[in-house]
Nanobody
Framework: QVQLVESGGGSVQAGGSLRLSCAAS??????IGWFRQAPGKEREGVAA????????YYADSLKGRFTISLDNVKNTVYLQMTSLKPEDTAMYYC???????????????????WGQGTQVTVSS
């Protein structure tokens, strides 16, 4: 059974940190990404990583604050978020693509599977 389970969200003050986890099971995915969606806004790509090597990608605006990493033993992808800002408040989603090829990593159409999301709230 294909399953992506996010965890690690919560409430934090501006300047704080959180680490999100995405536990993937049921399939060998080629690409796993993190997206976020704030109320009234479109879902946007945050970061992505190829599970077999080959690249790590970030939204330009988040470089230096967010770090994506992969634990192949645990089949888990992490998103370390630091220096959080109120504008980082959103529902964060993990997404997985079965194919190594396709649209750009930040395109939602690139991904076959989505998790349920985990809420991140940053207060000023």
């Amino acid at each position: 059974q294909v399953q992506l389970v996010e965890s690690g969200g919560g409430s934090v003050q501006a300047g704080g940190s959180l680490r999100l986890s995405c536990a993937a099971s049921g399939y060998t995915y080629s690409l796993i990404g993190w997206f976020r969606q704030a109320p009234g806004k479109e879902r946007e790509g945050v970061a992505a990583i190829y599970t077999g090597g080959g690249g790590i990608y970030y939204a330009d605006s988040l470089k230096g604050r967010f770090t994506i990493s992969l634990d192949n033993v645990k089949n888990t992808v992490y998103l370390q978020m630091t220096s959080l800002k109120p504008e980082d408040t959103a529902m964060y989603y993990c997404a997985a693509a079965s194919s190594r090829y396709g649209p750009s990593w930040y395109s939602t159409s690139r991904y076959n599977y989505w998790g349920q999301g985990t809420q991140v709230t940053v207060s000023s």
